[in-house]
């Protein structure tokens, strides 16, 4: 491998990355943009999604990798375990805003904030006493195809799947957001609760399908990284989580393509400089990055997309 | 508030005198008198990324004390192992602080006259200085790092003096520097990356490894530290990749071991690869699988003894009681009891007061025969034999998967400096 390779390799890798860290990052932002809430359950909420996709993936018979598809059973398979895992999350995210975060609406102060907090810890107590403490081997149907790009650098089609399903998913949350009917009113009350309330939109439906929107997506970022890594673990919640919230942040918290470009950079910034410094440097790079970030520009690179409040 | 609070407290009070008084009662109708028990600590991580390899741990000194029981106790006392859980949800694997706290809580118990464990040398780290307090022995099954019974370290790891940290392997000052002789002698290693998991025990042995590697004319191309909570370790094996040295050396144990290995597997399929005893188990074996685990050297700190004749009563026995293939840290953990129980027998035969002091003395003066051969201890309460066995996963597909002794083949005895 050339330097130019390896440098490629970890452009590849960090692009990886931050594709996942964007998804679940939108959970965040999405969040925030309504009901200005840092929803910390939001990490296991993804942790959970990623047993659910094993668990989807079990119940179809995949257990390792044991039976390994291609083409369209390949696709149909995926396809179908996405659909369930992003489901199951989906609808664990609006138990939790019906039955702990609704009640505590309108509170004022960090109250809802350290529910999340609260949740977050029982979501993960709850998969450590169910499924158990040891990383688990994940089902596994994707075939380890790989191809080579300019000598050294390889490119695996795992990595183009999880390109693929997260470029899809944002733009359609993106289409969602911009051009549906709810999609607007999800704008609307992002922009002043109590004026969209006055024009007839239901808040309290916008603020459900915010969370399952969110939450589905977590779900989604839960699937890939266990065909990405091959593995799952009740512990994998909080790393991914606290970049992934750095990534919102970074973008801007509330701002949806903000969110993404943040995903990636975090991404980027952990492969190259884990490449050109030392892995072991990485937490201490992104993490003053995000501490720069919050003084010198605290509604991030892009900034809040909605109008700001009256 | 307060009334309420005291009646509570006269309701405890009531409570206890009632269920000591029905002790007592059953006490006397047992096969032991009531004042003749001693209690001997268990600790190790049984929740977490190592729970496979510390339940078997934990298993081998079980079956020692309910032996010993079974006999009717040792010179009359009956054995209460008390079990504690070093590992915690929160870090996913062995926890210091929780050692810590667990070992506050033995010593706090007078009943409790000695301990088996830790696992890890991290906890060993927090475990020492308390244990020294107390001048309670630990024996450990499993723990190598050499720092806790190094003399020049005494004021931070026995600052009573008195050894308290016993052993029944070696250390990483072995494990190590021999496994480096290893990779140098049989492998022909000439460059090789460097890795650990930031824990204690992992980055001595990381560094043990390092030290001994360069002395012996092996390359160092780099050497970098995981994060084990960190789920992507590409970015490190990319760099890893991009320098093509002869071979990856690990220090540490199963949590980031396993994602090394995983990940490893896809982007250096081809490059030589060890560890040391963190990898050697059914944690790293179960987690991360075949193929991925295929051609991973590892060591252990001690003879390779599940295999050997002497062994295969206690390895029968293993399996029948808790229906699990033990592992040698199973033995080691074995002959830790046994050295125990010898003190006990030897300070209840001399008359002496069965206190944590006598216990500790009688262990350093131990001269037992254990399964692994006769135990003794040097001053600092490291074990005074120095084998390193060498072990490679190779797939024995006419076994289970994750049968260890099937999977886990013995190589040889790894050369000494």
Redesign the interface.
């Known amino acids: 491998m050339t330097a130019w390779d390896v440098f490629l390799q970890q452009v590849i890798n960090g692009v990886s990355l931050g594709a996942m860290y964007s998804l679940l990052a939108l959970g965040f932002t999405m969040v925030y943009g309504i009901i200005e809430l840092i929803n910390f359950a939001h990490f296991n909420v993804f942790m959970m999604g990623s047993f659910f996709a094993l668990w989807a993936l079990q119940a179809m018979g995949f257990v390792g990798q044991s039976h390994i598809l291609y083409g369209l059973p390949l696709a149909g398979v995926l396809l179908l375990a996405l659909l369930a895992t992003m489901l199951g999350s989906g609808v664990l995210g609006v138990a939790i805003e019906r039955f702990t975060l609704r009640p505590l609406r309108g509170v004022r102060g960090t109250a809802p904030m350290i529910t999340t907090i609260g949740l977050s810890f029982i979501l993960y107590n709850i998969i450590l006493l169910g499924a158990g403490a040891d990383s688990k081997n994940y089902a596994n149907p994707l075939p380890n195809t790989a191809w080579m790009i300019s000598g050294g650098a390889t490119l695996r089609l795992r990595e183009v799947l999880l390109w693929v399903v997260s470029l899809l998913l944002m733009l359609g949350l993106h289409y969602f957001v911009r051009f549906t009917k709810m999609g607007k009113a999800m704008q609307a009350t992002a922009q002043d609760q109590e004026a969209a309330r006055m024009v007839g939109i239901d808040v309290d439906k916008v603020v459900v399908i915010t969370f399952f929107l969110g939450s589905a997506l977590a779900g989604a970022a839960g699937l890939i990284f266990g065909l990405y890594y091959n593995y799952t673990s009740y512990i994998i919640g909080y790393q991914a989580g606290l970049r992934a919230f750095t990534a919102a942040v970074l973008g801007g918290i509330g701002n949806i393509p903000g969110a993404m470009l943040g995903g990636v950079i975090i991404g980027l910034i952990e492969s190259l400089g884990g490449q050109y410094i030392a892995v072991r440097w990485t937490d201490v790079i992104i993490f003053s990055l995000l501490v720069l970030v919050l003084v010198f520009r605290p509604t991030g690179l892009i900034g809040r997309a909605a109008p700001t409040r009256s | 508030m307060t009334k309420i609070r005291l009646s509570r407290r006269a309701f405890n009070v009531a409570a206890l005198t009632g269920a000591t008084a029905l002790a007592t009662g059953f006490g006397g109708l047992s096969a032991f008198a009531a004042d003749k028990v001693v209690k001997i600590g268990i600790t190790v991580p049984l ?3 190592d ?2 390899d510390a339940t078997l741990i934990k298993d081998g000194a079980m079956l020692a004390f309910e032996e010993a029981n079974a006999k009717g106790g040792v010179h009359g006392y009956k054995i209460v192992p008390v079990v504690y859980d070093n ?1 915690t ?1 929160t870090a ?1 694997q062995y926890d210091p602080a929780q050692a810590a706290t667990n070992t506050k809580k033995l010593v706090s118990d007078p009943l409790v006259v000695a301990n088996v464990g830790p696992e890890m040398s991290g906890d060993g780290k927090a475990m020492s200085p308390i244990l020294s307090e107390a001048d309670m022995a630990t024996i450990t099954p499993a723990s190598t790092n050499p720092d806790i019974t190094n003399p020049k370290m005494a004021g931070q790891f026995r600052p009573k003096g008195k050894a308290v940290y016993f052993r029944t392997v070696t250390t990483d000052a072995y494990q190590g520097p021999e496994m480096a002789n290893y990779f140098k002698e049989k492998l022909h290693v000439k460059s090789v990356f460097v890795l650990d998991d ?1 824990g204690a025990y992992g980055v001595g042995l990381a560094d043990a490894f390092q030290n001994r590697a360069k002395k012996i004319g092996i390359k160092i191309v780099g050497r ?4 084990p ?8 094996l ?2 890893i ?2 320098l ?1 040295p002869d071979a990856i050396y690990y220090g540490g144990v ?2 980031a071991g ?2 090394l290995a ?2 490893a597997h ?1 982007i250096v399929p081809k490059m030589i690869k060890g560890g040391g005893d963190g990898i050697s188990g059914g ?1 790293f074996l ?4 075949f193929p ?1 685990v295929e051609g991973w050297y590892s060591t252990n700190a001690g003879p390779h003894l599940t295999e050997s004749p002497k062994a295969a009563k206690f390895v029968k026995d293993f399996k029948a009681k808790f229906n699990k293939v033990p592992d040698d840290y199973s033995i080691t953990s074995y002959d830790a009891a046994q050295v125990i129980l010898a003190a006990i027998e030897k300070v209840a035969k001399s008359g002496k007061k069965m206190n944590r002091s006598n216990i500790r003395d009688a262990i350093q003066n131990s001269h037992v025969k254990t399964l692994q051969g006769t135990v003794s201890f040097d001053k600092n309460g490291d074990i005074k034999d120095r084998t390193v066995s060498v072990f490679q996963y190779r797939h024995d597909t006419s076994h289970p998967a994750d049968d260890l002794t099937a999977q886990l083949k013995y190589l040889t005895v790894a050369p000494q400096a």
């Open positions: 929740t977490g990324a729970a496979e590992g949800a996913g930031s970098d530290q995981l994060n909570k960190e789920a992507d370790y590409t970015t490190v990319t760099k990749k991009g093509h199963a949590q396993v994602k995983k990940q896809e944690s179960s987690g991360a699988g991925a």
